[in-house]
């Protein structure tokens, strides 16, 4: 009689377990040896060139002689830090545009404490990013520089270019959310939803600054399973393998690295870009005056994630409908969010593609 699928053989579990043994004790002597140094992310060479409250704007030291003319700014949002776009030196897309002979520049927004509790999004758009790009124009003698926005720094980007076309050379934007009301289909944007649910003015007024830990417990709450369960038991299996136990550390080291947001900044873009989407409507106001994405009218480079399960890919491609410029691409990756960052083909094929795309705007 063949055996039911859910009986076991006794050699089988008895050579499982030890399989298991093994793993879990070269495991311990590979953690009981890791320095705190080991699991550090955000390691390529980079010095501050200009700060400015919590902010640091931090340029990368170029890996060519003589890097591509016009700068790049990298605008990351202000949830997580900027340090998954370098993650380790095998694993980054600052490294990767430094080797493709680009300028790179970075803001790190910092921790928001309790005085940076009214910020809006005025301060950090007209504010933080127009100062930081005046710093490029007059360090590298130009009118105009190139910007890649990340993620919410990718809308923010949207807005900066929206409202100062003049200092925009060309613009990327990568896994962007631009139409929060799209998520229709398989892939349905459950962070949307949620945050056309949130009752943001309970929350700020409440708290003040949003914690950094709420932020992150929602976030992991997209996917329960795969974000709490299943990631930590796959991390079993790497408990032999030092390179991938330390490539697990890193994305944890990251992940859990949560700043508090800025209470009235977070209260601005809930309501006006997850609520009222009205970013697409050219209805957002920063400061005195009205974000019309047909402003927009430099070249722009749209990358999205096609298993993106933070921003709906729909949400990215609808760019396309509404900025007034005649040169514009998009591009694909099949990769999900965090992918764009550390699969491997994104670390083969991104940043070529950005790097190409400036240089042939250039």
Not at 130 to 148: M, Q, S
Request: charged share 25%; proline share 6%; with cysteine.
């Amino acid at each position: 009689m063949l055996p039911l699928p859910f009986q076991f053989q006794p050699d089988d579990v008895i050579r499982e377990l030890t399989e298991l043994n093994k793993k879990m004790l070269s495991g311990v002597k590979i953690l009981s040896a890791l320095h705190h140094d080991d699991v550090q992310v955000g390691t390529t060479p980079k010095e501050p060139v200009y700060r400015e409250d919590k902010l640091v704007l931090y340029r990368y030291t170029p890996m060519v002689e003589k890097p591509f003319s016009i700068p790049i700014l990298i605008v990351y949002a202000l949830v997580n830090r900027p340090a998954v776009a370098d993650l380790q030196q095998n694993r980054s897309l600052v490294r990767n545009l430094l080797m493709q002979g680009m300028d790179v520049y970075l803001i790190d927004w910092g921790y928001p404490s309790r005085s940076d509790r009214w910020l809006t999004l005025d301060d950090y758009i007209n504010g933080y990013i127009d100062n930081c790009v005046d710093v490029l124009r007059e360090r590298h003698k130009l009118d105009k520089i190139n910007i890649l926005g990340i993620c919410q720094g990718g809308s923010f980007s949207l807005c900066y270019a929206a409202l100062h076309p003049d200092k925009v050379k060309n613009l990327t934007v990568m896994v962007a959310p631009v139409d929060f009301h799209a998520d229709q289909g398989a892939n349905n944007g459950l962070l949307n939803v949620w945050g056309r649910t949130l009752d943001v003015d309970l929350m700020v007024e409440a708290m003040g600054n949003v914690p950094g830990e709420f932020m992150n417990f929602g976030f992991l709450m997209l996917k329960p399973l795969q974000l709490n369960i299943q990631k930590y038991t796959d991390m079993i299996d790497m408990m032999g393998d030092e390179e991938k136990l330390l490539n697990f550390l890193r994305m944890e080291e990251w992940i859990f690295d949560s700043p508090d947001q800025a209470g009235e900044a977070f209260r601005q873009f809930v309501k006006d870009f997850f609520q009222e989407n009205k970013l697409i409507k050219g209805e957002v106001v920063i400061g005195d005056r009205q974000v019309d994405l047909g402003k927009i009218t430099m070249p722009v480079l749209n990358i999205y994630a096609e298993q993106d399960h933070l921003v709906p890919p729909a949400s990215s491609r609808a760019l396309e409908k509404y900025v007034g410029t005649k040169d514009y691409t998009v591009c694909a990756f099949p990769v999900g969010h965090i992918g764009m960052y550390v699969s491997g083909k994104a670390q083969r094929d991104l940043a070529p593609t950005i790097a190409n795309w400036f240089k042939e705007h250039g």
